[in-house]
């Protein structure tokens, strides 16, 4: 009996649009989590594809010896793809010239993800036996010979490289690049034991194939060998990734939240509705247990609806989504099984343990009803509501986002969020005491009513500033790491760096490219410094202190110094004043933070075999991310006068320019051209995809709050009706009513949007500073467009439920149909 | 109690804790309603007529004495018990009619036969709407209803499960005095075809005066009187005579 009566009154009030806000509420929980699940594991494929491409493979092992076949095998294991390459500088012979190069022996196979390009176009294959290609720059070097000599082989020079998909970005790598087979490399006979050697392990295949080798192989790696992936911090746009990730993360949990929010409202006057009913049930007789499987099953009912509306819905999103994306991208189709499984579990999960109070309270309601009205049944602590809701938001949590930390730091701040504007929102509107109606005009009315239902007001509060809230910190986000990016990479940044410039060739070359470009070319000397000394405290290396040397360690390697009257654009003062004295320093914020460094330390550098001292006037941020050339350490011009320098140069040509640079090379024929459009190119094309992606979660976010506001308002009315009712009954024309009503919840919208603002501004501190590491500042137009925009949303939702009722006779007003 | 006592109430002392301290809404309430008797509950608002109602029905439980309906002590009873008692012996009628919105003529007036698990509730539910006149609407939803078709639904709804005591409480407040008219007609013929006992809660003395006995709730106390004596005593009370006993009289 009790299914069939479930499932008519399911069908009733389903054509009845009763359900409609309890479904929708599901619906979009499920939507969002099934479609921006499916769309960022398609971009986050597609961007981990693309990011593969500057790696060269999906992950890769670098190791300064052979690594354990075991590892190799494992791969093999699980079905990844794998080529082995060896890495070494090696002095190359043309007759009586001779260059240092940087000799790339790759295995038949490689690049397993992106492309060599020779000045030719894409290269097919690798060089033949015998035959190296080499880096364009070498051949100006060298003169364009025929055949070189490498160790103890002869090889003949065939095509010039533009660029190696894995190549980095390093506009200070001195020595050009070769590449060639890695069974020539026997020949050479330039291996041998102690030599300096790096192997390089290259995989590709599936993420779960990848993750599997993953956790296989990593425990088998000694401290020397490195696992590198696309978020290794190798490749330029692992920041950018990072932060993405993060962020789509930290957006599907607060719209999983908001969402929840919406089924919680929503189930709650789901509930109240059926109060009569379940009064009236078991007045004739229902046991218990009838009327638990009756909203049990009808609730099931709801729910099923909801989820499968939902996944229909968030399949469609992501093919609309899908439809708009770029072919390579849209190519990339992640397995649906997690979206539909996260779907399916957040629209039982929240609509089950957000229904649980209100569902336990609808069970508990006294057959006595039926005379008294006013009866609502025992009163459960509120604690088991809060328990169950923010459970429900732990484990939609855990499950979408596999982090326990972010789970609970996202709970915590609801919760704290919760209580804050109910505390804040309570004092509010309880400003003053107030007796009576005040029925004489629409503003009196209206405060009167937001003092008398000062406590159903701070709920209603809470839903309405966590909706603004969410919004806002993700629209503030979304702005900033755009922002961010276009920073990063704006129009017209550098595509070509030019380095190892003589000091004679200064001049020359700037008067060379000077009609070309928009602006002046940046010239930075390079001068190449050993730091030996902080405050004459010798240093030790990495090395000696593994071997049981005591000292402070410094850095193992010799860094390129600068020299510059002015701080570089891109970077920001932390700390001190940019360089004033002859013998100051400005020192990288993360160098100095790894040296323990602090203004006025003194510093001790070793160039050309002199020492020069100076102390640390400045702490710079320096944003590493940007392609612009950057320095650890800037100094004066005076205090590095002494010492022989070569510069480097960035700039920007369009396409159309390219012409340009072989009359450089022809001209200028020392000096070496890194060619990184390619790279600007593909990054630029990532950063794209993820600002669409950040689009696409703020509309949907957009979406749960509107349905938060729709469903607290329809919430908010019920408890407005049976006043609207009296008071209509009375003669209180539709004007004041709709008057009173807009203006209340108007007064309701704008503190809500006070509160917003107040609690986005400190989340928004709390998330840039502690997660995205953004800059910090206040968004002051919000202070008067969110409470603004609040008040207005709100007002309308409310004048429209109020139309909706006030269209209804008294009579039914008062029966509270 | 006699033998064929469908309620049988002693003692009965209902009180609630208030903010100014305890307060006594029936203070030992003592009658006797035989089964197929229709008794008349009268007295003015707040006199505790619901409350009886209420604890008579098996909706509520009194502070002390005792109710036995049909044979069967309800203090006795768990709230299980209870609710299963009122499902194959009690039945009602309410002034807000308590339809299910959602649900049509039909499918209300079944409801309670479902609940209690009886054969052919439909053609039942059908059967009983005819009785009340109501064939034509049997899919019409109570909003498409006038307030006397729908306490026509609620009466055929309370007639379905065919029970031994039928609580109605202000059967015809709502509505206007030609539905008011049809409708108790209507609830005192099937009252006498069913031979159910009426227990009827009301301000209405045309309607109480209807019934077989007449019991005067005021101020907690019950005492047995004639509309007549009540209205009467009203008048003593006070210098101006009632709209109501103006109408009686």
């Known amino acids: 009996m009790e299914l069939s009566l479930a499932w008519r009154l399911f069908k009733r009030e389903l054509s009845q649009g009763q359900l409609v806000l309890i479904i929708l509420a599901i619906t979009l929980a499920v939507l969002s989590v099934t479609g921006l699940a499916s769309v960022s594991e398609r971009l986050q494929l597609a961007i981990n594809g693309q990011a593969s491409k500057f790696i060269a493979a999906d992950r890769i092992i670098d190791s300064p010896n052979e690594i354990d076949p075991k590892v190799l095998q494992l791969a093999d294991d699980n079905g990844l793809s794998r080529v082995s390459s060896m890495q070494f500088n090696s002095m190359l012979y043309a007759g009586d010239a001779f260059q240092l190069v940087t000799v790339r022996a790759v295995e038949q196979g490689y690049p397993l993800k992106g492309d060599i390009e020779l000045n030719t176009g894409k290269a097919q294959g690798l060089p033949s036996a015998n035959n190296i290609w080499f880096e364009t720059r070498l051949g100006g070097l060298l003169g364009y010979p025929e055949q070189i000599e490498l160790g103890n082989a002869k090889f003949g020079l065939s095509k010039e490289i533009i660029r190696l998909p894995d190549a980095g970005f390093n506009p200070f790598a001195s020595s050009p690049v070769v590449l060639m087979r890695i069974e020539d490399v026997a020949k050479t006979e330039v291996i041998q034991p102690g030599s300096r050697v790096t192997y390089r392990y290259q995989f590709a295949g599936d993420a779960t194939a990848l993750n599997a080798f993953e956790a296989q192989a990593k425990p088998l790696l000694n401290t020397s060998q490195r696992w590198v992936d696309v978020q290794s911090g190798d490749s330029p746009i692992a920041e950018a990734v990072k932060r993405a990730e993060r962020f789509l993360l930290l957006a599907s949990l607060l719209g999983i939240a908001l969402a929840c929010a919406a089924i919680g409202i929503a189930a709650q006057r789901y509930c109240q509705r059926h109060y009569d009913v379940v009064a009236m049930l078991k007045t004739f007789g229902a046991s218990a247990k009838q009327i638990r499987v009756l909203f049990g099953m009808h609730l099931l009912l709801v729910t099923a609806v909801g989820v499968v509306l939902g996944l229909i819905g968030g399949f469609a999103l992501d093919r609309g989504i899908t439809a708009f994306l770029p072919a390579e991208i849209a190519a990339y189709t992640p397995p649906m099984m997690r979206p539909i499984?996260?779907?399916?579990?957040?629209?039982?999960?929240?609509?089950?343990?957000?229904?649980?109070?209100?569902?336990?309270?609808?069970?508990?309601?006294?057959?006595?009803?039926?005379?008294?009205?006013?009866?609502?049944?025992?009163?459960?602590?509120?604690?088991?509501?809060?328990?169950?809701?923010?459970?429900?938001?732990?484990?939609?949590?855990?499950?979408?986002?596999?982090?326990?930390?972010?789970?609970?730091?996202?709970?915590?701040?609801?919760?704290?969020?919760?209580?804050?504007?109910?505390?804040?929102?309570?004092?509010?509107?309880?400003?003053?005491?107030?007796?009576?109606?005040k029925t004489t005009n629409p503003l009196q009315l209206a405060l009167a009513g937001l003092r008398r239902r000062a406590k159903q007001n701070a709920v209603q509060l809470v839903g309405f500033s966590s909706a603004l809230v969410l919004l806002l910190t993700i629209f503030a986000l979304r702005q900033d790491l755009l922002n961010e990016w276009q920073k990063q990479l704006p129009e017209n940044s550098p595509n070509y760096f030019l380095v190892n410039i003589a000091p004679e060739e200064t001049q020359p070359i700037s008067e060379f490219l000077a009609p070309h470009l928009k602006s002046a070319p940046i010239i930075y000397p390079v001068i190449r410094g050993r730091l030996t000394a902080i405050n004459d405290e010798v240093l030790i290396s990495r090395d000696q202190q593994q071997e049981g040397v005591e000292g402070r360690v410094g850095i193992s390697r010799e860094l390129n110094l600068t020299y510059r009257d002015s701080m570089p654009p891109n970077n920001d003062l932390l700390e001190g004043e940019f360089n004033q004295d002859k013998y100051d320093v400005s020192v990288e914020s993360g160098v100095a933070e790894r040296l323990d460094l602090s203004l006025g330390d003194k510093l001790t550098y070793t160039i050309d075999n002199q020492s020069l001292t100076v102390n640390v006037a400045s702490i710079r941020a320096v944003h590493w991310e940007t392609l612009q050339p950057n320095f650890f350490m800037i100094f004066t011009q005076e205090a590095l006068a002494p010492f022989a320098y070569t510069s480097m140069s960035s700039f920007h040509l369009d396409d159309s320019q390219r012409g340009l640079i072989l009359d450089l090379i022809k001209q200028f024929p020392t000096v070496s051209i890194i060619d990184v459009g390619a790279m600007v190119s593909q990054l630029r094309q990532i950063i794209d995809q993820v600002s669409l992606s950040l689009s696409l979660v703020l509309v949907l976010v957009l979406l749960a709050s509107a349905l938060v506001m729709i469903a607290q308002t329809e919430a908010g009315m019920a408890t407005r009706q049976r006043e609207l009712a009296v008071l209509r009954t009375f003669g209180a024309s539709g004007w004041l009513l709709r008057a009173a009503t807009g203006l209340e919840f108007a007064l309701l919208g704008t503190i809500a949007g006070i509160l917003a603002v107040i609690v986005a501004e400190f989340t928004l501190y709390l998330l840039k500073t502690q997660v995205f590491e953004l800059n910090v500042y206040m968004h002051w137009p919000w202070w008067g467009i969110a409470p603004l925009c609040g008040g207005l949303v709100v007002a309308t939702l409310g004048i429209w439920r109020c139309r909706q009722l006030l269209s209804k006779s008294c009579g039914e007003l008062l029966k509270g149909h | 109690m006699s033998e064929n006592s469908a309620i049988s109430v002693s003692h009965l002392v209902k009180s609630v804790v208030t903010q100014e301290g305890e307060l006594t809404i029936l203070n030992g309430i003592n009658m006797d309603v035989k089964q197929g008797e229709s008794v008349a509950i009268l007295g003015p608002s707040g006199s505790g007529k619901s409350t009886l109602l209420g604890l008579l029905a098996a909706l509520d439980s009194p502070s002390s004495g005792s109710i036995k309906l049909d044979g069967v002590a309800l203090e006795t009873l768990n709230e299980e018990s209870k609710a299963s008692l009122r499902k194959q012996k009690i039945s009602f009628i309410f002034q807000s009619f308590m339809l299910v919105d959602t649900l049509n003529a039909l499918e209300n007036v079944m409801l309670p036969a479902e609940l209690a698990g009886i054969a052919k509730a439909k053609d039942k539910a059908q059967a009983m709407l005819e009785r009340v006149g109501l064939s034509h609407r049997l899919t019409h939803f109570p909003n498409q209803l006038s307030g006397g078709e729908q306490q026509r639904v609620a009466i055929a709804r309370a007639f379905i499960c065919e029970p031994k005591v039928l609580f109605a409480d202000e059967p015809t407040g709502n509505l206007d005095s030609a539905n008011s008219d049809k409708i108790a007609d209507m609830l005192f013929e099937l009252n006498r075809e069913s031979d159910t006992t009426l227990v009827l809660v009301t301000h209405d003395m045309e309607l109480a005066s209807r019934c077989q006995r007449q019991f005067i709730m005021d101020s907690g106390c019950l005492s047995e009187k004639t509309a007549v004596q009540y209205v009467e005593q009203k008048a003593e009370e006070s210098d101006e005579v009632t709209g109501e006993a103006r109408a009686w009289s």
């Open chain 1, 341 to 437: 499984m996260l779907g399916l579990g957040t629209g039982f999960i929240s609509a089950f343990m957000f229904s649980a109070y209100p569902l336990m309270r609808l069970l508990a309601i006294p057959p006595l009803r039926v005379l008294q009205r006013q009866l609502e049944g025992i009163q459960l602590g509120m604690w088991l509501h809060l328990v169950l809701s923010l459970g429900a938001m732990a484990l939609l949590g855990y499950l979408y986002s596999q982090s326990l930390a972010l789970t609970l730091t996202v709970v915590a701040a609801v919760l704290l969020l919760g209580v804050l504007l109910s505390v804040l929102g309570f004092f509010m509107i309880r400003l003053g005491h107030s007796v009576g109606m």
